[in-house]
């Protein structure tokens, strides 16, 4: 290892340029509409949706017209699929159709999120109900999918009572 050890460090220093060059790309094409530029800050007032998620859900958003959250929630792969046959009623599991990268994300905003007094609250009811960390993460991501879709959708911006049916 002791003959790698500079060309691994100049490896990353080119990983880190790279990153730096997508993120720019990214914010070069984000800030080349203005209405984009709107959808975007507007995304990002979503606890935990921050300068890598927003513009991973700007794109499906703006290039496809989903009749519904439940519609976009299913393009995400964030759905639940049966598994039933006749009488017998299987176990619900996620389709995990659509972008793994998006549905990474939106798993990693959700773990975000939940640090937030917004989802907070909503996390911490479904581990009191039972639930795994990861199964209530998910529901938080497909929650914020939802959120996501509304606000973009509908042209307004997150407000966290509603997350919470408070009104």
Known sequence: ????????????????????????????????????????????????????????????????????????????????????????????????HGPSELRRLLYNAAMAAVTSPAWKPIYQHYLANGLSRTAALVIIARKIARTAWSVYTHNTTFDPRRITHQA
Do not use: W
């Not at 984000?30 to 794109?59: D, E, F």
């Open 1 to 96: 290892m002791a003959g790698l050890k500079t060309p691994l460090r100049q490896l990353l220093e080119r990983f880190d340029a790279l990153i730096a060059l997508i993120d720019a790309r990214i914010k070069l094409l984000v800030n080349a509409c203005p209405q984009r530029q709107a959808a975007n800050a507007r995304l990002r007032r979503i606890k935990g949706v921050g300068p890598v998620v927003a513009p991973a859900l700007l794109n499906p958003l703006e290039r496809f017209a989903f009749a519904s959250a439940d519609s976009f929630v299913a393009y995400t792969g964030y759905d639940l699929r049966a598994d039933d046959s006749g009488q017998r009623k299987g176990r619900r599991c996620l389709s995990k």
